[in-house]
């Protein structure tokens, strides 16, 4: 197994994100705006494709949701480990800006008030509570599950990575997407999102 960002720089890996194969390039540069996004959303795809327990689950969080239905801007608030550490503290008010700022421009175009709704994935259950209280005026969706098994011990279990798994499915197909880079979560999200909406 290369692990290309520890001791040995990129472990002599051909290539890594936000690159793709030269072979393919003339192709896909016709195809997609961005092809490392749309070549690493394939990968990503392909390995995070579902088995058909899994597939059920997933089917039952999105439909409590509503995603598909009604719009839903998905956010990624990581807290706990990653402070100080990888990033540095953001404020839910930054993320919210940016969902407030989606929304607006989303009611402009389709010319009618759009209900205000987002999920969230995150590592901390504050984040959902200080959300909640700080705007009213937003339906906040959240796995309280998921969010529960992100703390000590429980973070390495298999249910742990199924959760990870689900936020990442589920903040994939929201309307709009607002995390930090400093995020997998949001990494793959991301790919996963422009794979099912770009070509």
């Avoid at 800006?97 to 999920?119: C, T, Y």
Wanted: net charge neutral.
């Amino acid at each position: 197994m290369l692990t290309p960002f520890y001791k040995n720089g990129w472990g002599g890996l051909p290539f890594l994100p936000p690159s793709f194969p030269k072979e393919w390039a003339a192709d896909l540069i016709h195809l997609h705006d961005y092809p490392p996004v749309w070549f690493t959303g394939q990968f990503v795809s392909y390995l995070m494709r579902s088995s058909p327990q899994l597939s059920s689950r997933l089917t039952a969080k999105a439909n409590v949701i509503g995603l598909g239905k009604e719009a839903i801007v998905g956010l990624h608030v990581r807290r706990t480990d990653k402070i100080g550490a990888e990033m540095e503290y953001r404020s839910i008010e930054e993320y919210m800006e940016w969902v407030d700022n989606w929304f607006a421009i989303e009611s402009l175009k389709q010319g009618k008030k759009l209900k205000k709704r987002v999920f969230i994935a995150t590592d901390d259950s504050s984040v959902i509570k200080e959300t909640r209280i700080k705007y009213k005026d937003y339906e906040v969706f959240a796995d309280l599950d998921v969010i529960a098994m992100a703390a000590g011990k429980r973070r390495s279990s298999d249910e742990s990575l199924l959760g990870i798994i689900s936020d990442v499915q589920i903040l994939s197909k929201c309307d709009f997407v607002v995390c930090t880079f400093s995020s997998n979560v949001c990494f793959l999200s991301v790919n996963e999102y422009n794979l099912l909406v770009k070509l």
